[in-house]
Structure formats: C-alpha cells, structure tokens
C-alpha cells in the first residue's frame, strides 16, 4: 500500500537546475561501480579458491584414510602371521615335551622291569627251597 503523501501547505516553487549543474552521472558513479565490481569479482575468487583448497584438503583426507586403512591391514596381517608362527611354536614345544615325557616314562617303565627280573629272579628257586625245608612241598 503506497503512503500517503501529506498535503501541501504553503507556496509550491521550482528551482532551476542547468544539466550537468549538479553532477556528472557517469563521471560521478563509474568509481563506485568499479569499487562495487572490483569487491564482487574479488569475493567470488576468493570464494572459488576456499572451494577448491576444501576439494584439495578432502582428496587429501581420503588419500590419508585409505593410508591408513592400508596400514591397518598390513599391520592385522603381520600380527595374524606372528600369532599363527606362535601358535605352531608352542605345538612343536607341546609335542616335544610329550615326545620326552614318553621316552622318560618308557625309560621308568624298563628299569621297573629291569629291576623287578633281577630282584625276582632268585625267589623263585629261594621259595622252593624254602617251602620244602619248611615241609609244605613234598618231592
């Protein structure tokens, strides 16, 4: 809605202005508009640069993450071979300690016998002659 203009009051007069009078337009407003064109031109480079540094620096962090990424991977491979090269270690060391411990209880088992034929090899004959002089065999 348009305002209201207030009515006039007094005497209406003109005031004569000759062309050029006042100010020259083009030669008046060409600085400000060079000014205003100049600040736009100089915003929107600096615009395009930031948008281009932001490309750069996101480029740059997936590259990073895919580093890292790779390097996590390598670094899961080398702790999977350590575990597996552990794991074959203590099976080697278990099945030698029970390699041993059955040669040592092979080993007891044959001095048991060994020493149980010596030790019973005169009972025999001892306990036949025994039992006959004490009268429980007869010939």
């Keep these: 809605m348009p305002h209201k203009m207030p009515r006039l009051t007094g005497v209406t007069k003109k005031t004569l202005v000759e062309d050029n009078e006042l100010f020259i337009f083009d030669d ?8 205003l064109c100049g600040k736009t031109l100089e915003i929107s480079q600096m615009e395009v640069l930031q948008e281009e540094e932001l490309k750069e620096m996101q ?10 990424e790779n390097d996590n991977a390598d670094i899961k491979k080398m702790e999977d071979q350590e575990r597996k090269r552990l794991e074959a270690y203590e099976a080697k060391k278990n099945l030698e300690k029970s390699k041993r411990n059955a040669k040592k209880v092979a080993h007891e088992k044959l001095v048991c016998r060994t020493v149980a034929k010596s030790y019973l090899k005169d009972v025999k004959p001892n306990a036949l002659v ?3 002089d004490l009268a429980f065999i007869s010939n």
């Design 28 to 35: 008046e407003v060409l600085p400000i508009l060079q000014v």
């Design 59 to 68: 480029k740059q962090q997936v590259n990073f993450m895919n580093m890292t």
């Design 130 to 132: 025994l039992l006959k």
